[in-house]
């Protein structure tokens, strides 16, 4: 899996688009860059992911720049329950019996102010 | 979307005890499932995958005969830590893909052990 570099912290005022930024510069071909968040005290949750093109969803948008060596995940407006460390890891989506295991770094921790 | 339970949530034992957390997918067959530790303020470290029916595949580092892990149908998967001591003391986490789709995981709300 390619090694992906995060600041390790971000503030956003509520309401506003909160972007995080990732940077995957040794990302091979075949594999994919996946958002997840944890919250607290809390399992992580999956929020997204894509190949090459952007992606939308009801909680995010990922823009994948042309080379693919970096990302942006978008909180379009961010609010108080989005404050949470945000885990950007790029890894091959699927084998055998799904079985593909992530590697986890430090994250990025978003603290959406009032 | 996939649901994966864990029961406990919150578990305090004495030194020496043994304490099994089970992790659950209520929705979806889960043929591997995951078990991660995270210490305060560190990210998630893998301990092992575990897959149903199989001997699971430890990580480097991590003692199998202390964290024992059965997976013995598609929806289960148990996590027991044996003679826990203060330092197992953590935030165990597991998780599970669903079979042939894509490569995201589902987590569990994860289980705090406090060992005194």
């Known amino acids: 899996d390619a090694k992906t570099t995060q600041p390790p912290s971000m503030d956003c005022a509520e309401g506003r688009a909160a972007n995080l930024p990732c940077n995957h510069s040794?990302?091979?071909?075949?594999?994919?860059v996946y958002w997840y968040r944890q919250i607290h005290s809390q399992g992580p949750q999956y929020i997204i992911h894509?190949?090459?093109?952007?992606e939308t969803n009801e909680m995010a948008s990922l823009i994948i720049t042309e080379d693919r060596k970096s990302s942006t995940l978008i909180l379009p407006h961010a609010t108080l329950r989005d404050t949470a460390v945000y885990y950007c890891i790029a890894t091959q989506p699927r084998n055998a019996g799904n079985n593909r295991k992530l590697i986890w770094g430090l994250g990025t921790s978003l603290a959406v102010n009032p | 979307g996939a649901v994966v339970s864990q029961h406990p949530s919150r578990v305090i034992c004495k030194s020496g005890t043994s304490v099994k957390i089970e992790c659950r997918s209520l929705?979806?067959?889960?043929?591997?499932m995951f078990w991660y530790r995270q210490f305060p303020k560190q990210s998630l470290m893998l301990m092992a995958t575990s897959n149903e029916g199989s001997k699971a595949t430890y990580e480097q580092g991590v003692e199998k005969d202390k964290f024992l892990i059965n997976h013995a149908s598609l929806t289960l998967s148990t996590l027991t830590v044996t003679s826990a001591h203060p330092e197992d003391s953590s935030f165990y986490i597991c998780s599970a893909g669903l079979a042939g789709g894509p490569g995201k995981q589902y987590f569990g709300p994860g289980t705090r052990l406090t060992v005194l």
């Open positions: 929705d979806f067959q889960a043929t591997t």
């Open positions: 894509g190949l090459k093109n952007n």
């Open positions: 040794t990302i091979s071909g075949n594999e994919y």
